[in-house]
């Protein structure tokens, strides 16, 4: 029974390219979030999706960054033209339910150069 | 705004004692609140999880009480052991925005030998 499973674990990038972090979820979840946490800050929500579709992104900022969750295969989520300023560790965490406690991943560390 | 206050911001305590971490939140309508522990370069860990009816729920050595009139928790940490050095996060989830929840910035517990 495998928890939630993420990767790439590290992942580094030039400016101006494009970073893809997937998320698998815990078998039988179709909740899915993600979360940013910067350095020696706390997790920040970015988004929260239900199989094939958002339901809420209002943490995701609007431009450069998307998330999906398709049918099949895990969730994306796609960072183009990243900056510096998008260096933080991407959690992703799933639940079976909508307000059901969230299994997180142990996240993907993007580092920008 | 929905908002959660941790503290204090770090503690560090001696092996084999007590501790005790507030959390104290504006978020409303409440539907439930959740403690993790967060390892360093981990994914948060659920340990407690409550509801508004619940006023404590114990999970080994940690035990989470909640005040909904008061909006507070607090998580206890008994005989505390080197392995309980971590981040510990508090979450609270609104009745009425599916999905999203409002994160502390955690406490770091630091413990000594």
């Known amino acids: 029974n495998a928890g939630v499973m993420q990767n790439p674990r590290h992942l580094v990038r030039r400016r101006g390219q494009e970073a893809r972090l997937r998320c698998s979820p815990m078998k039988g979840h179709s909740h899915v979030y993600w979360y940013r946490q910067l350095p020696e800050e706390g997790l920040k929500f970015m988004v929260y999706l239900q199989k094939e579709n958002i339901i809420d992104e209002s943490g995701m900022p609007k431009e450069r960054f998307s998330a999906e969750f398709p049918k099949e295969g895990p969730s994306i989520l796609r960072i183009q033209q990243v900056v510096r300023g998008d260096s933080a560790a991407y959690f992703c965490a799933s639940s079976p339910l909508e307000r059901a406690a969230q299994h997180f991943g142990d996240g993907t560390r993007l580092s920008i150069l | 705004k929905n908002q959660v206050e941790q503290s204090p911001q770090s503690l560090i305590i001696l092996e084999g004692k007590n501790c005790t971490l507030q959390?104290?939140?504006?978020?409303?309508?409440?539907?439930?609140l959740r403690w993790y522990k967060q390892d360093t370069g981990r994914g948060p860990v659920s340990l407690t999880i409550?509801?508004?009816?619940?006023n404590t729920k114990s999970n080994g050595r940690y035990t989470a009480t909640l005040d909904a009139d008061t909006k507070q928790s607090s998580l206890h940490i008994t005989a505390s052991q080197l392995s309980d050095s971590a981040s510990y996060i508090c979450?609270?989830?609104?009745?009425?925005?599916?999905?999203?929840?409002?994160f502390g910035d955690g406490t770091t517990l630091t413990v000594k030998p």
């Open positions: 979450v609270v989830s609104d009745g009425t925005n599916a999905g999203k929840s409002t």
């Open positions: 959390c104290n939140y504006t978020v409303s309508p409440f539907s439930n």
């Open positions: 409550m509801t508004f009816s619940e």
